[in-house]
């Protein structure tokens, strides 16, 4: 199990930008493919990105790919969501997940990712 824990949220202007952290903590965090899932005010949550467990691949929702840009760094046991040109409809909680299974690539389903951050409100102003 990894334990995770998200920070960098912010109030920022459109056209801004924020980066998102995950800290994560446990044996197999260099060994499971990583997410960020965000969950605007009222709606259901919904995929980010995510990002294969050595690094290699990367995936992205229609609605951000071009502006945001997700990294990982093994040896740190982080996450990153590097977020930029932000718009309103960016506004949400984000959360960092990491998947139920090790050495397989990640999928845009949350049901696929077993351990949760608690979020952080990102709140974009027009």
């Known amino acids: 199990q990894v334990q995770l824990v998200e920070s960098g949220g912010g109030l920022v202007q459109a056209g801004g930008s924020l980066r998102l952290s995950c800290a994560a903590s446990g044996r197999t965090f260099s060994r499971v493919a990583m997410g960020w899932f965000r969950q605007p005010p009222g709606k259901e949550r919904e995929f980010v990105a995510a990002?294969?467990?050595?690094?290699?691949?990367?995936y992205y929702a229609d609605s951000v790919k071009g502006r945001f840009t997700i990294s990982r760094d093994n040896a740190k046991t982080m996450m990153y969501l590097q977020m930029n040109s932000l718009k309103p409809e960016d506004t949400a909680v984000y959360l960092c997940?990491?998947?139920?299974?090790?050495?397989?690539?990640?999928?845009?389903?949350?049901?696929?990712?077993?351990?949760w951050g608690q979020g952080t409100q990102v709140t974009v102003s027009s």
């Open positions: 997940a990491a998947a139920q299974r090790t050495y397989k690539e990640p999928t845009r389903a949350a049901a696929d990712f077993g351990s």
């Open positions: 990002i294969s467990w050595h690094s290699g691949n990367t």
